[in-house]
């Protein structure tokens, strides 16, 4: 048993702090809301030569080497500075389903340009109506010539305006049972019938619509085996969970202490606010809130390096952070009161990034379903 | 990282657990404290498992805490009457253990660890509860011996019973130096309750168990049974308050685990129009709620024991996860009151009663129990303001001093 970071975990993070308080100011942020692409390409290039894109992938596909709980040290930072990147889209979620399913092959030709930022990577999985399950994939897939054809509607990928390829959820048979009749495709981008929109989100990240209309994809660009992809695609939507916690932890931990500093600061009532028992007590639940929520993910993210069963600890992280994330901004802006409301203040980025991350990869509501459902069915 | 136990630690598990199986109580006095039996306690003791962190010498196996935790929550997930151990070997055991004298060590160590003891921690007072610095009881040194007066509040076990078929052991604050502020001038003095001068007034409680208030007259208290140092009694509680905490919570993780279980069984079982309740979205979110509570308690629990191990500075992830045990006591019993619904009003000797009546009973005899040991949610969240977060003080922080 041991609940502490390595010597290199610990580096890792401390590096990754000083980094980003000086590449990634709150300015930055509010920037990239503004900016198309939504990302700076030069920090993109700094973040690979840090190694931070492989740090989890195998060395022989030129990653270091790193566990999943590596990304994850690496994700709080990343969240505890709402660094705007396609580092999610391309790392977690693009990186992960190629890891998850890929044959070597398609391994040696995505990650190690993935690892030195030569590509960006996205998934796209859901559709308008909303639901990241089997049943609901209906964007089709058809086999024509040997190869196949791709209609059909995605909606919120993940940076997929700037993506050049897009790992695609697809429904390739619609008999039998819905989660036996998946397939995953990596498409390239530029294929032709894919139409890219950005839309606007709550989280004001960049997220879109992408349609595919007659859109060709050869049988080599499959992802595991006909029908097999939900399996792979539930694993890395579980894993990418994970991850989506420890980003929320790192903006949990960064709005307590923007919340501690103003209540140490703030004199009313001829004291400073953080004197009073009523806001003591709300600060002290967003630590509690925080410290549980930081080593439930980091079992659920032990157990997935460990390569142990993580269903049910994955759902215990989601259900928590989605709530402890959200809880934090409302305590917070209650103790901040008017100024945290105010646009050029920090709070609202992070108020908007709670809900969002909240409703990603399954809200608390979702995640207790999944937990019921290992428990009872 | 690694948050798997290794194989001793798994063979504890298994031990304590296959030895429950056949439930080898003996007689329970549950009028006295909720499970208590003493031979089954000497039980244990044989087996070694009330020794566990205890040093080699007076008859322990020198185990890091992360052990004690272990068979902890295994004697609670099996539901033995083991709420001595509690006050025993947790917090009396740990104060002498780590302020004793080599004196008290030898003389009361060993029968603890044989089990042939019961100890418990006479502290709160009417005047000094969450505030316990506030201790007004005097003890005034006269000769070889100290007199104590004064009255305590919330003293259990220390009643003379006959029923008791084991000596009791008290470990209480006490005066020395009245110009001290409050948390300071304050001893800690081992004694057996068999002291002339005490006298009880029994407390019944909304359960069906009962504490006491206490009236100490003219006490006299050999010098040889004051603990350490004279004046230095808060810092050695202090010192101890995540062993106080932590064990007891350990077995009360396995209380937990075990409501748990039997509800989950019960859902799935019984039938509600036509399906089983298991079935039902609402009941189903419940479930999943105690799973996240149960789980977010148990890592913490063994954090908290890990970091006792590695002699860090455990006391400031324990007051969290106490809060949240403490919280979830409350949420579990209620929860599982809503799943049973109308019928889970109906006590044990009803025929209609689901689970026997269970979960009526704990709502009664658990919901609140943790918050009554060592201080509510309430004043925790005002620890944890100046201790975590470096707030200005409202609660014992004040008197810190001596806390490492």
Redesign the interface.
Same mark, same amino acid.
């Given at each position: 048993?041991?609940?502490? *970071?390595?010597e290199e +975990?610990k580096m890792l993070k401390d590096s990754a702090r000083n980094f980003l308080e000086k590449e990634c100011p709150t300015t930055m942020v509010r920037e990239m809301v503004k900016d198309k692409k939504g990302y700076s390409p030069q920090l993109w290039q700094k973040m690979a030569e840090l190694g931070w894109l492989g740090l989890s992938l195998p060395t022989k596909y030129g990653g270091a080497g790193g566990s999943f =709980?590596d990304s994850v040290i690496l994700l709080e930072e990343i969240g505890r500075a709402l660094l705007p990147s396609p580092f999610f889209a391309t790392v977690v979620l693009g990186g992960l389903s190629i890891l998850e399913a890929g044959s070597n092959e398609q391994k040696e030709r995505f990650l190690p340009k993935l690892a030195n930022g030569e590509v960006l990577l996205t998934l796209a999985i859901t559709e308008p109506n909303a639901r990241n399950e089997a049943d609901s994939i209906t964007a089709e897939a058809e086999v024509h010539d040997g190869d196949f054809i791709i209609n059909g509607v995605k909606l919120l990928v993940p940076y997929g305006h700037v993506a050049d390829h897009i790992t695609c959820v697809t429904r390739t048979k619609k008999e039998g049972k819905l989660s036996e009749g998946v397939s995953n495709f990596i498409v390239d981008a530029k294929s032709p019938g894919i139409t890219i929109t950005s839309v606007n989100t709550i989280g004001q990240d960049k997220q879109c619509e992408v349609l595919f209309k007659n859109t060709p994809v050869s049988r080599q660009d499959m992802l595991g085996e006909l029908n097999s992809g939900w399996a792979h695609t539930d694993n890395v939507l579980k894993k990418a969970a994970v991850a989506l916690c420890a980003h929320m932890n790192g903006g949990t931990e960064k709005v307590m202490e923007m919340t !501690?500093e103003h /209540? &140490?600061n703030r004199v009313q009532f001829g004291q400073?606010i #953080?004197?009073f +028992?009523a806001i +003591?007590?709300r *600060? $002290?639940?967003m *630590?509690?809130g925080l410290? #549980?929520s930081k080593? !439930?993910t980091?079992?659920a993210a @032990? &157990?997935i390096s $460990?390569g142990l069963p993580y269903r049910?600890?994955v759902?215990?992280a989601k /259900? @928590?952070a989605s709530e402890s994330y959200r809880q934090a901004t409302w305590l917070s802006t209650r103790i901040q009161g008017g100024v945290a409301y105010m646009e050029d203040h920090d709070m609202p980025l992070y108020y908007r990034w709670a809900k969002a991350a909240e409703i990603n990869l399954g809200d608390a509501?979702f995640?207790?379903?999944?937990? /019921?459902m290992e =428990? !009872?069915? | 990282m690694e948050f798997g136990f290794n194989e001793e630690q798994q063979r504890l598990r298994e031990e304590v657990r296959s030895f429950c199986k056949s439930k080898p109580w003996g007689e329970v006095m549950s009028e006295i404290a909720p499970g208590y039996s003493p031979s089954f306690y000497r039980k244990l003791g044989e087996r070694g498992w009330l020794g566990l962190p205890y040093d080699k010498k007076y008859g322990g196996q020198s185990k890091d805490p992360i052990y004690e935790a272990i068979s902890s929550e295994e004697l609670g997930r099996a539901g033995a009457p083991v709420s001595s151990l509690y006050p025993t070997n947790t917090l009396v055991g740990e104060l002498i253990a780590n302020c004793g004298s080599e004196e008290i060590k030898s003389r009361y160590l060993p029968r603890i660890i044989r089990g042939e003891i019961q100890a418990t921690g006479v502290f709160t007072e009417p005047e000094a509860g969450s505030d316990l610095g506030q201790i007004q009881m005097r003890a005034v040194r006269e000769g070889d011996y100290y007199i104590i007066n004064g009255q305590k509040m919330f003293a259990s076990f220390i009643q003379p019973e006959p029923k008791y078929s084991i000596p009791i052991l008290m470990a209480l604050m006490a005066k020395t130096d009245p110009d001290a502020p409050p948390g300071k001038g304050l001893s800690i003095f081992v004694f057996e309750n068999t002291a002339p001068g005490i006298t009880c007034n029994v407390l019944n409680t909304m359960a069906t168990w009962k504490t006491n208030q206490a009236f100490f007259d003219d006490v006299k208290v050999p010098k040889e049974n004051l603990l350490g140092q004279e004046n230095q009694g808060w810092d050695c509680l202090m010192r101890n308050k995540v062993w106080y905490w932590n064990k007891g919570r350990a077995r009360r993780l396995g209380n937990l685990q075990r409501g748990f279980d039997i509800v989950v069984k019960y859902v799935k079982e019984t039938e509600s129009n036509g399906h089983p309740l298991s079935q039902d979205p609402l009941i189903r979110q419940k479930i999943a709620n105690m799973a996240i509570d149960l789980h977010a308690v148990r890592l913490l629990t063994y954090r908290v024991a890990w970091m006792q191990s590695k002699g860090l500075d455990a006391l400031s992830i324990e007051v969290i996860v106490k809060v949240i045990h403490d919280e979830a006591m409350l949420r579990f019993t209620n929860w599982a009151m809503q799943i049973l619904g109308l019928v889970g009003q109906l006590q044990d000797d009803s025929k209609y009663a689901p689970l026997k009546g269970v979960v009526q009973e704990a709502y009664i005899q658990n919901s609140l129990r943790n918050f009554y040991d060592g201080g509510g949610p309430c004043a925790m969240r005002s620890f944890i303001a100046s201790y975590n977060l470096g707030l200005p003080e409202n609660t014992w922080g004040k008197y810190l001093g001596g806390v490492e």
């Open positions: 048993m041991d609940f502490s *970071l390595s +975990q =709980l !501690l /209540a &140490k400073p #953080a004197s +028992q +003591q007590h *600060l $002290a639940d *630590l509690i410290e #549980a080593v !439930l980091h079992d @032990w &157990k $460990a049910m600890e759902s215990i /259900a @928590w509501d995640h207790r379903e999944m937990i /019921a =428990l !009872l069915d | -």
